[in-house]
């Protein structure tokens, strides 16, 4: 008798730099980024609310060149970037109002911080962190959020780019529902896109223009089939959208910015936050971790937890999962040793943002982080798999 495979169903969804929650991420990075440019060494904890008609800052920033920081522009200039710039819309970059209360550092979190000696600069806040690797894609991502953000910026650029569909809009939402046998992904079950449009865009023929356009699109991925099913629009109408439609917090994307719930998450936020805050920082490096012990065929699934305490200076535990796909030598328990011992991967605050450069980005800012995902994109440092074969070797002895 043949075995069944066993079969599973997994989802994830993405939204576009127009969605609300988006918008104001894109908001406290790009103002992060200006402080950075100013002062490496600034602390930013930046929070932005949006709705219609008004961006709201709050949050402790401390940036020596503060006052030639003009936070109000950034944010018109971001908003204006997205495409909002139809005021009878009821939120457009030249007609929001503006309100900042942003302030100072708490003394009592710099202290933990700021070291005299940098190498023992002790992590922004405690807590646990989470990266995760998988090889069933190139950027070694789940399928599930890699093409529902894939989906969104094809959109996105069409949008931009070619005035025949002008009358798509900047917010919208993708939701693949993938099929898995065995682990591996075999066929894309679901499709749903809610895509804002204008009040004339809103018809039929339109919603099938977004249909073909996703068929053609994913079928590149092989995963499609002919009883894939197709939801466009599913309430009937989305035009009244972005900010006017929903208001928007930085911050409660945590999973469309990380890999869709296929792993773990420790719950912090990551936009508008400097590389201090461990929560943002460590995140990344464990993943930067995690992508290069899947490329050097270690494993092909692994989820590495960091755990922090406020102001000291290196990790509190390791905990790495492999899900039973470890191999050529490596082990859950070898792989924690490997990660504790700082030889390949230092996760000491000041060693890793040293090592993926956090504190002054080339040929990427912090702004391009805060849509369609923090993980997968090459430009990224932490996407980087320069230490397979030092991986290698350490498990060859």
């Not at 002790?122 to 093409?147: C, H, R, W």
């Not at 508008?272 to 092909?300: E, T, W």
């Not at 535990?317 to 470890?326: D, E, I, P």
């Not at 002054?360 to 230490?387: I, L, Q, V």
Request: glycine residues 8%.
């Amino acid at each position: 008798m043949t075995k069944k495979a066993h079969c599973h169903v997994f989802t994830s969804e993405s939204v576009s730099e127009g969605h609300p929650d988006k918008v104001a991420d894109q908001i406290s990075d790009a103002i992060l980024d200006a402080c950075l440019k100013r002062d490496r060494q600034a602390h930013v904890a930046c929070e932005t609310m949006v709705g219609p008609d008004v961006v709201v800052n709050m949050g402790e920033i401390a940036c020596r060149g503060w006052k030639k920081i003009d936070p109000a522009a950034i944010a018109r200039r971001v908003v204006k970037k997205i495409g909002y710039d139809v005021p009878a819309e009821h939120f457009s970059w030249d007609t929001f109002e503006y309100l900042s209360h942003l302030h100072g550092q708490s003394p009592d979190i710099a202290q933990g911080v700021n070291r005299k000696t940098k190498a023992k600069q002790g992590a922004g806040d405690q807590g646990m962190m989470f990266g995760y690797a998988t090889n069933e894609t190139k950027s070694l991502m789940p399928a599930p959020i890699v093409y529902s953000h894939a989906l969104l910026q094809m959109f996105a650029k069409l949008r931009r780019t070619d005035k025949k569909y002008s009358w798509l809009r900047p917010d919208s939402k993708s939701q693949l529902s993938v099929v898995y046998e065995e682990g591996r992904p075999v066929a894309i079950d679901t499709v749903v896109i809610s895509h804002q449009t204008t009040e004339k865009g809103a018809t039929k023929k339109n919603y099938k223009v977004i249909e073909d356009l996703a068929k053609k699109f994913l079928a590149k991925t092989g995963l499609l089939r002919k009883d894939t099913k197709f939801y466009i629009n599913p309430t009937g109408k989305f035009v009244v959208g972005g900010p006017c439609g929903d208001s928007g917090l930085t911050g409660r994307k945590i999973i469309v910015d990380t890999y869709g719930g296929m792993a773990a998450h420790g719950g912090g936020a990551f936009s508008g936050k400097d590389p201090s805050k461990v929560d943002r920082s460590a995140a990344y490096y464990a993943r930067y971790a995690a992508k290069n012990i899947v490329a050097a065929g270690l494993a092909d699934r692994c989820q590495i937890q960091v755990a922090y305490a406020i102001g000291v200076d290196r990790p509190v535990s390791f905990c790495v999962k492999t899900f039973g796909t470890a191999k050529n030598g490596a082990t859950d328990e070898k792989l924690e040793k490997m990660l504790a011992s700082g030889n390949i991967f230092d996760f000491r605050p000041y060693e890793l943002i040293k090592d993926l450069k956090l504190l002054d980005p080339k040929g990427w800012r912090y702004e391009d982080t805060a849509a369609y995902g923090h993980f997968g994109r090459s430009a990224f440092p932490w996407e980087r798999t320069n230490r397979v074969e030092k991986l290698k070797k350490y498990f060859r002895r």
